[in-house]
């Protein structure tokens, strides 16, 4: 597993595929203008699937899924964010997340220079 930045710029027309993203070599490239609204959208969903659970919660197999990818989408685009690995520690501690798959997407996570120095993502 491997994250690189891949640079790209705007495509002349914006009727490709898969545009503002691109894949090469099996590599994600998210433009950093787009990491905002991405952002934006991951935790607003992330808002609406757990904002009524309480303590003695039990998630659906569709919330697993829809959660760990929010959560996913979210760490991997700001490590530093708390709730995001709350809710990751809150679904391995659960039996969710099988920890293979969380020391997977973390192995994955510390390849990228800018998340070396994270704390939360250390901690976690």
């Known amino acids: 597993s491997h994250m690189d930045v891949i640079p790209m710029s705007p495509p002349d027309s914006e009727k490709t595929n898969r545009y503002p993203f691109i894949v090469e070599n099996g590599c994600l490239g998210i433009p950093l203008t ?20 309480s303590d003695d919660w ?5 919330d697993v899924v829809q959660i760990s990818r929010l959560t996913q989408c979210i760490v991997a685009l700001n490590p530093g964010h708390h709730t995001a690995w709350n809710w990751r520690k809150r679904m391995l501690a659960r039996g969710y997340i099988l920890p293979d798959s969380e020391l997977r997407l973390l192995d994955l996570l510390t390849t990228y220079k800018r998340n070396c120095k994270s704390d939360l993502l250390w901690h976690h």
């Open 58 to 62: 039990v998630l659906s197999e569709a």
């Open 34 to 53: 787009v990491i905002p609204t991405v952002l934006k959208v991951a935790w607003s969903q992330l808002q609406q699937c757990t904002g009524a659970q």
